[in-house]
């Protein structure tokens, strides 16, 4: 059962027009409403909606997913190509049952590398696209086709494809004799945990999925019996913060949770210059820096949402389906996510598909500059100082989250010495969650690219692209859509990882 506890409860004002809206829309999502949204918002809404039955629809697929488990049975080293809902529901599954699967959601070749360590052998790759389109994905998919036929192994017997049925990887997946299992299309990828995006990854790690079937039944029986639980966490959200939360799994039973709702919350409501931004932090000092409204699923946040995992995963859903009611946008659309992606393409036309050489303002140490400062502390202080007194500083960082973890540490230092909120995003995966935010959320962000010389590097086979090529162009296709909107941007590139990594604390550090 979900259980709502903190200080914020006594916020709570059941009288206020606002929890009224709230509350009058709340047997709507029950019933599947898809003009809950608007009218603009409806035809999508149709196609949306199926999230809410999960609990039982997705019971279908429990045989399909046992004889999956007994056809790839025996020992093998699980990597999960996925982007945004596609991988990150599969991670908290994954940490949370201390069950390992290496997932690549990274176009970045050091990271790509930790994935190919292992005898090929042994090797099982699970793609997962709603249409095998996603431009990480499908280079991924080609580049795992190929490394396993270099290796003398047969791709389709190492190769899992989940995607929507007849979608072009379904189509392209089946006619080249690859497993596949089909999710339900009625369903967007932020809110697919429980669908064969979640489930399929979990059943294959040797996971009970039909344990988190009955939690999020639990849940939905909840939600129509008790709807008070959501209603009031939807509420607070709203009116307890103008733009920011902060969300830590600090304590909790369920490490990557946080993430998981910052991806849901944020490309859900951020849209139209409004919205709530998830800024997850490591503990509950980091959480509540710079004023911001802090939630967590162990005691000790202003508020606190315990229940299982599964219920976890149907609530926030519902939850934040509510929030984009209050804000009047769309919760299953991200209309600025393509922004990048076009941008992308285009500098990769321009290239011709070739890195060129990039000249820096400045290089420090093993650190170069493209933004205004002669030094790192300078050009982090100029980045400061152009942020809003009621914005934001975005940390975004195209590097190697395995191995150069020590970069995290960066956005409870800038918080701390600017005083303003500070969100960190692994990219190229932030594009598929805060990216949305970034563009069509409040328009008060400062920007920090963080990105750095690759010690490896693959081909992407049938493309004539390498993957650090495909990975610089992400960051500067993301940064034309920044810059698009006058935002203050820096980009700090690390000549040397761990070296570079260092000098960007100490400068910090030191502001």
């Not at 029986?221 to 709807?227: A, D, G, R």
């Not at 939360?245 to 919350?265: H, K, M, N, R, V």
């Not at 290089?363 to 050009?379: D, P, Q, S, Y």
Request: aromatic share 8%; net charge negative.
């Amino acid at each position: 059962m979900i259980e709502i506890s903190g200080a914020a409860l006594s916020k709570l004002d059941r009288s206020d027009d606002r929890y009224r809206e709230l509350r009058d829309a709340h047997p709507r999502i029950a019933a599947k409403d898809s003009t809950l949204w608007g009218p603009a918002a409806a035809a999508e809404a149709a196609h949306r909606l199926n999230w809410v039955e999960l609990d039982e629809t997705s019971r279908q697929l429990l045989p399909i997913l046992d004889a999956l488990t007994a056809k790839f049975r025996g020992e093998r080293d699980l990597v999960l190509c996925g982007m945004g809902g596609s991988s990150l529901a599969p991670e908290v599954i994954a940490r949370t049952f201390s069950h390992p699967i290496f997932i690549l959601d990274s176009t970045d070749p050091d990271y790509i590398s930790n994935a190919l360590q292992g005898d090929p052998k042994k090797l099982l790759v699970i793609v997962s696209s709603k249409s095998g389109s996603t431009i990480e994905t499908a280079s991924q998919r080609t580049f795992f086709v190929d490394y396993l036929e270099k290796a003398g192994l047969n791709p389709t017997a190492h190769m899992i494809m989940v995607t929507d049925p007849d979608s072009p990887l379904d189509v392209s997946a089946r006619k080249s004799g690859f497993t596949v299992v089909n999710a339900d299309p009625q369903v967007g990828g932020r809110f697919s945990a429980l669908t064969a995006f979640g489930l399929t990854p979990a059943a294959l790690m040797g996971i009970d999925v039909s344990v988190l079937l009955d939690q999020a039944s639990d849940c939905k029986n909840q939600l129509l019996t008790q709807p008070e639980v959501a209603i009031d966490v939807a509420y607070l959200i709203l009116t307890q913060a103008e733009q920011f939360l902060a969300f830590t799994d600090a304590g909790s039973a369920y490490p990557g949770l946080s993430d998981w709702i910052e991806q849901l919350i944020a490309e859900s409501t951020g849209k139209a210059e409004r919205g709530r931004l998830p800024v997850v932090t490591q503990g509950f000092s980091g959480a509540q820096s710079a004023g911001v409204f802090c939630i967590s699923f162990a005691p000790g946040a202003q508020l606190v949402v315990s229940g299982e995992l599964g219920e976890q995963f149907l609530f926030w859903e519902w939850v934040s389906a509510l929030l984009c009611v209050a804000l009047k946008v769309d919760p299953f659309n991200q209309p600025n996510v393509t922004e990048a992606k076009v941008a992308t393409a285009t500098i990769l036309r321009e290239w011709k598909n070739e890195l060129p050489v990039l000249q820096p303002e400045s290089t420090v140490g093993e650190v170069e500059i493209f933004g205004a400062g002669n030094t790192i502390r300078a050009a982090l202080k100029n980045l400061m100082a152009m942020t809003d007194a009621d914005g934001y500083i975005a940390i975004m960082a195209y590097l190697d989250r395995r191995n150069n973890l020590d970069i995290t540490q960066l956005r409870t230092i800038l918080s701390d010495k600017s005083g303003r909120p500070v969100s960190f995003g692994w990219g190229p995966r932030f594009l598929h969650s805060t990216g949305q935010f970034h563009k069509g959320g409040q328009q008060n962000g400062s920007f920090l690219q963080i990105t750095g010389v690759a010690s490896e590097n693959y081909l992407i086979p049938d493309s004539g692209l390498d993957f650090r090529t495909l990975l610089m162009a992400q960051v500067l296709g993301d940064a034309q859509a920044l810059s698009a909107r006058k935002y203050p941007l820096l980009r700090l590139n690390l000549l040397n990882r761990s070296a570079g990594i260092s000098e960007i604390l100490n400068a910090a550090k030191a502001l």
